[in-house]
């Protein structure tokens, strides 16, 4: 700015002059002379005839703006007040209220407590819940909501994730990625999850979905080497040039998409699985994460064919591909670690490596991660919910009881209150997120749920731990308002911000289609 003191002298500062090319044209020949008295900040007199100039461009750019700024009413907040219902704080203490209250203010908890609730300003939105249940919202460490495309067709297919699933994804386009990652998403914020980490394919897609749905999440591009459809083959051969192609494109992904969404939309790096991501590649994935000071999400040993592939191609296990390429000292999610040794399971414990542990998809495939091996190491994991079922509800049940009955643990140590601290907090935790998502405190950012519990199945819903109710019963379609950074995503059952209908309509005649095709396409081999 230029700052004219009483005895007319005009301050002008360097870092201003580079401004002045964007005045508008009428204005720009009337500088170039004064223009040429500058190399530098400093302080002169005008001319006789750059006074009138001066004059003019200090009321263009001092005082309209000023005159702007001072009318410009201080943006009005909006509070919340949720009350009346049953609240799971998730909180240090584990406080449950048997009949609460909770203050909203813009994206954050202002209050939050027992009892009667508090008197508050005219015009905040009042709600009373009787009958409801207020929890935080799910943080889901593992998804692909574009695998909703695959929905009842790799469950009862033997060979369907090498041999249909990965084939398949070659129909998948920018534009169908949308549609497709818009509905997996809505499935996932419907049954209550309110954060996804999720890596795919077209993930700029998913990105745009999240932030128009109003999701939270970390959003990554999968990264690989081989032709995926080739691997039903066990056929690793590298494609030229892709994996090049798809880091970039991460990399334009993070400088796109990163802090969107008022912050909500937070981008990763996403080396597919350590079978189809060679040791040279995986180094420089851990190497520009760490660049961008970006978190990582990957598979690992999700599959014997991933097992036997690294045993030939690297002579080491997935989970020591880990610290070879540098992907374990990074901010990492390491999804699965189903066929670990024990020494990998150790080394998983021993150093810390998050992992997403995601019961539902296995147990539907028949075999389970050595979590008796987890236990005995103290593995550090908490849940996602994987791909074509996104209900952390069936995935809690399945988890308990695989626990229970794969990991030799008793009512107590594998019970309700486990489930919900490996959805809210453990989550929350292992993403970096603690200090804003996984409870509902003071200060933290108001994501929340709220469950029908009227509901006859839900009923009667003892004091005793209420947790244990919804963990054993709950199937997720209770899930009644979804609440992310303060705004109403999901209200009264129903997706607000998005048709619902239509988005479901349009995502599922476009999978219909690509099921045709690679139907057809397997017909003529």
């Known amino acids: 700015t230029f700052d004219i003191d009483v005895n007319g002298v005009v301050k002008v500062s360097a870092k201003d002059l580079g401004l002045l090319p964007l005045l508008e044209p009428p204005l720009l020949p009337l500088f170039p002379s004064l223009l040429k008295k500058h190399t530098h900040s400093h302080a002169l007199l005008p001319s006789k005839k750059e006074k009138p100039l001066l004059f003019t461009f200090y009321i263009f750019y001092k005082v309209i703006p000023y005159y702007h700024i001072s009318n410009v009413k201080e943006e009005s907040t909006m509070q919340t007040l949720l009350y009346g219902a049953q609240i799971i704080t998730q909180n240090e203490q584990d406080e449950i209220h048997k009949e609460g209250w909770i203050l909203l203010e813009d994206d954050r908890i202002i209050g939050i407590g027992a009892g009667a609730p508090p008197e508050v300003p005219e015009g905040t939105v009042k709600r009373c819940l009787p009958g409801r249940v207020i929890m935080p919202g799910i943080v889901n460490i593992h998804t692909h909501v574009g695998g909703t495309l695959f929905k009842g067709l790799t469950e009862d297919i033997k060979g369907a994730f090498y041999g249909l699933a990965f084939p398949m994804e070659r129909f998948i386009t920018r534009e169908s990625m949308y549609s497709i990652s818009m509905l997996g998403a809505m499935e996932a914020v419907k049954f209550g999850s309110t954060f996804i980490d999720d890596l795919y394919h077209f993930p700029e897609s998913t990105a745009r979905a999240a932030e128009e749905l109003g999701l939270r999440g970390i959003i990554a591009q999968k990264i690989y080497d081989p032709d995926l459809q080739n691997l039903h083959n066990n056929d690793y051969s590298s494609v030229p040039g892709q994996a090049a192609q798809k880091l970039q494109a991460n990399v334009d992904l993070y400088e796109t998409f990163n802090g969107r969404g008022n912050g909500r939309i937070e981008i990763g790096f996403a080396p597919h699985a350590t079978d189809t991501v060679p040791i040279a590649l995986a180094k420089e994935i851990a190497a520009t994460a760490g660049k961008y000071h970006a978190p990582v999400h990957t598979h690992v040993a999700q599959t014997s064919q991933e097992i036997a592939h690294n045993r030939e191609a690297y002579g080491m296990t997935p ?153 054993w019963n709950a199937t997720g379609n209770e899930v009644e308002t979804v609440i992310i950074d303060g705004k109403t995503i999901v209200d009264g059952k129903r997706v607000l911000t998005v048709d619902e209908t239509a988005a479901t309509q349009e995502a599922t005649a476009i999978c219909h289609k690509y099921l045709a095709r690679q139907l057809g396409a397997q017909n003529q081999l």
């Open 319 to 471: 989970v020591e591909y880990l610290f070879e390429t540098g992907l374990a000292q990074q901010k990492l999610i390491a999804a699965h670690c189903v066929c670990v040794t024990e020494n990998d399971v150790r080394l998983l414990a021993e150093n810390k490596v998050h992992v997403a542990h995601c019961p539902e998809v296995f147990f539907k495939a028949g075999y389970f991660a050595p979590v008796d091996l987890w236990h005995k190491y103290g593995v550090t994991y908490a849940l996602g919910t994987d791909w074509v079922t996104l209900n952390p509800w069936t995935n809690m049940r399945i988890y308990l009881g695989c626990w229970r009955t794969l990991g030799g643990l008793d009512e107590q140590q594998a019970g309700a209150k486990l489930a919900f601290r490996k959805i809210t907090m453990d989550a929350a935790r292992l993403v970096g997120k603690e200090k804003e998502i996984g409870s509902l405190e003071v200060g933290k950012k108001a994501d929340l749920i709220v469950m029908d519990a009227r509901e006859p199945h839900l009923q009667p819903m003892y004091d005793l731990d209420i947790r244990s109710t919804l963990v």
